[in-house]
């Protein structure tokens, strides 16, 4: 069984940074695309980042590039989101997941999730 657990989040104002993190226990970490996703009110779930098992392939939605940036450490079993340069529109509840053995931004494709964890951002 596949566990994943979110932390980092809270509030912040426009501009600022905060740093997501999740970790994992359950199968082989290192084989499994993780990405994260977010969810604000009244929305879909969306694909905010993703990196492969190797880390060879790393992907972000166009809204957040060179905003945030994903990375994992296979041997913690953690997978981090930093997010810099802060917007209102980032406000959401940020979701951790577990995917395939493959890169991949669809959703179900991830059959592994976090809680989530709440990022608001003030303007």
């Known amino acids: 069984q596949v566990q994943l657990v979110e932390s980092g989040g809270g509030l912040v104002q426009a501009g600022g940074s905060l740093r997501l993190s999740c970790a994992a226990s359950?199968?082989?970490?290192?084989?499994?695309?993780m990405g994260w996703f977010r969810q604000a009110p009244g929305e879909e779930r969306e694909f905010v980042g993703g990196?492969?098992?190797?880390?060879?392939?790393?992907n972000y939605a166009d809204s957040v590039k060179g905003r945030f940036t994903i990375s994992r450490d296979n041997a913690k079993k953690t997978v981090d989101l930093q997010m810099n340069s802060l917007k209102p529109e980032d406000t959401a509840v940020y979701y951790c997941?577990?995917?395939?053995?493959?890169?991949?931004?669809?959703?179900?494709?991830?059959?592994?999730w976090g809680q989530g964890t709440q990022v608001t951002v003030s303007s």
């Open positions: 359950g199968r082989a970490f290192s084989l499994y695309t």
């Open positions: 997941a577990q995917g395939p053995h493959y890169p991949s931004r669809r959703r179900t494709d991830y059959d592994y």
């Open positions: 990196i492969s098992g190797s880390g060879i392939w790393i």
